[in-house]
């Protein structure tokens, strides 16, 4: 992707309007990190290719970032609409570690392109930029670590309230989410009541207990309070299938609309589509799943 094509996807439309809305101190930057999405990929995870293999561009969208008001703050986040919606479903889109990068903001730019307002804020903000880390393990150690499930579900709410109040239809509400996204996503399945419908794309569904992850999605399958889609890679080296069949189990056992699907031959990240793990049979046939589930679930 060129300068000029980086500046068309990636620069704020009216961020005067926006900034206008927030209260003065919601804009004092000492508590927040990363102030702006930057355009381009996370450095610990440089695409193969020089782009994604997927672009989407921003012709009849509005499209770019914005800052969602937020208790201890003004939170950045990568926001894409139709230019012309009244009253859009949304859909929230949780990143994995690498924060809000380019392949992020494109997947929202192709749920803009369905209709919908997608929204991708950036969840770790208060702890550090991990699209400015170079290696993984310093992602998990200085960052992931650090981010409290409670305070990204409450985060989350907020980016519901802002889209509320500028165009969206929170009553059509669904959420998606890779990696790290994947986890969260059945997390506010469990959270937020108002949810429609979510599609976790290989998240985490077991893992180590501590005061700031208290819960994973296994723990929390009976609390499931909107049908989600999970898929899951069957070569993921990081989460056992093991844990897939009892996520799968949980779920019938708790009478659960949600549904499991696995890519036998696929690895964790196939929908990635700037990584080596991209697997695109199994990335179009998730996304076209992604896409009826929501309008399936009234989305």
Known sequence: MNTSQQKAVMNPDNQAQFDS????????????????????????????????????????LLAGEIKVPVKDGAMVAYRAAPADAKRAPVVLVVSE???????????????????????????????GDPRKIANIPDILTNIIAKTPDAGVMADLDACVAWAAGNGGDSARLAITGFCWGGRITWLYAAHNPGLKAGVAWYGRLDGEINERTPKYPLDLAAQIKA??????????????????????????????????HVYPDAPHAFHADYRPSYRKDAAEDGWKRLLAWLRQNGV
């Open 227 to 260: 049908p989600v889609l999970g898929l899951y890679g069957g070569k993921d080296q990081g989460i056992p299938m093991d844990d897939v069949e009892s996520m799968r189990d949980a779920l019938q056992k708790g009478g659960s609309k949600s549904q499991i």
């Open 21 to 60: 809305l927030l209260p003065a101190e919601t804009l004092d930057r000492r508590s927040f990190i990363a102030t702006a999405i930057g355009a381009g990929f996370a450095l610990a995870v440089q695409p193969t290719l020089a782009q994604s293999v997927i672009t989407t561009d921003t012709q009849g």
């Open 97 to 127: 570690i690498f924060g809000v990068h380019e392949h992020i903001a494109d997947v929202c730019r192709r749920l803009a392109k369905q209709g919908y307002l997608a929204i991708a804020p950036e969840l770790f903000v208060r702890y």
